[in-house]
């Protein structure tokens, strides 16, 4: 099975938030495993059920916050 990692700050129910769900559906039927990685807010609005949510956020500012960020990723 195939998978693809998105990064997204948070699931707060905008337009972003809801074209990633179309597009979690979308792989998810083509048979491609989908983590999503949330890294500013815990504000999550839109419920997808068919992706591993994560979340990532750190209390850091600048560079820092970027390199650990990072390294969670790996």
């Known amino acids: 099975m195939r998978k ?4 997204i ?3 707060g129910g905008g ?4 074209y990633i769900n179309s597009l979690v559906n979308y792989l ?4 491609i ?8 807010y815990l ?3 839109v419920e997808i059920k ?3 949510i994560r979340n990532l956020i750190n209390e850091r500012n ?3 916050r970027n390199l650990i960020l990072i390294f969670s990723l790996r």
């Open 33 to 40: 495993e989908v983590f999503i990685y949330l890294t500013d």
């Open 50 to 52: 068919k992706a591993k």
């Open 15 to 18: 337009g972003t938030q809801q």
């Open 4 to 7: 693809i990692a998105i990064i």
């Open 62 to 64: 600048g560079f820092l």
């Open 9 to 11: 700050s948070s699931l």
């Open 43 to 45: 504000d999550n609005k």
């Open 28 to 31: 998810v039927d083509k048979n």
